[in-house]
Each structure stands twice: as structure tokens, then as C-alpha cells.
Nanobody
Framework: QVQLVESGGGLIQAGASLTLSCEASGRSLQYYLMGWFRQAPGMEREFVADEAWSGGGNIASYADSVKGRFTISRDNAKNSVYLQMNNLRAEDTAVYYC?????????WGRGTQVTVSS
């Protein structure tokens, strides 16, 4: 059974940076899609970024709202994925969820709260 545990959330001022971490257990996710979604109060959960294995390397994708500010990366030795968030805005406030897809099945972490004060 795959488990995903997020960490790194918190209260931060607009314009600052924060890095979220997600550690997976249960199996290696080196060759599987891993990424991040977020859900703001009263809103639907939305895609933020992900990274998929593509033969020669990983391909990253980003939501337009975070492109140029957020960077996804992974450490296969630690079975972990990270989200570096720069120039944070009040509208980035949300619960951030780690996501993995293995054989068409979705796995989710419990989430970590990020609150950006303006």
C-alpha cells in the first residue's frame, strides 16, 4: 500500500518562498507520476504541478497560475517529491496535497496547509 506524507506547510508572508516535501512509502515511485494539487476554502481541488517519467528523464507540467514561480523536483533515493514555491501570493493559500498515480490508481496524502498573508 502506497502512503504519501506531506510536510513543510505554514504561515508565510506574500513574496516569500516555501518548499513542500512529500515522502512516499510502500514502493518506489521513481518511474511513476508524482505531483501536487491544492484546494482553497470553498473551491475545487486543482492541479498545481506534476512530474512524469518519460524514458530519457522526467517531464514536468505546471498550472498556468504557478508557472515561473513553482518548481517541482524529486529525489528518487528518498522516494520523495518537492515543490519549491517562490514569490507566494495570497491566492496561493490552500491545502496542498501530494499525488501519485500507479497503474491508473490515484494515491493522495492528507495535505499540508499553506497560508500566505498579504
Amino acid at each position: 500500500q502506497v502512503q504519501l506524507v506531506e510536510s513543510g506547510g505554514g504561515l508565510i508572508q506574500a513574496g516569500a518562498s516555501l518548499t513542500l516535501s512529500c515522502e512516499a512509502s510502500g514502493r518506489s515511485l521513481q518511474y511513476y507520476l508524482m505531483g501536487w494539487f491544492r484546494q482553497a476554502p470553498g473551491m475545487e481541488r486543482e492541479f498545481v504541478a506534476d512530474e512524469a517519467w518519460s524514458g530519457g528523464g522526467n517531464i514536468a507540467s505546471y498550472a498556468d497560475s504557478v508557472k515561473g514561480r513553482f518548481t517541482i523536483s524529486r529525489d528518487n533515493a528518498k522516494n520523495s517529491v518537492y515543490l519549491q514555491m517562490n514569490n507566494l501570493r495570497a491566492e496561493d493559500t490552500a491545502v496542498y496535497y501530494c499525488h501519485a498515480m500507479i497503474g491508473g490508481q490515484n494515491y493522495w496524502g492528507r495535505g499540508t496547509q499553506v497560508t500566505v498573508s498579504s
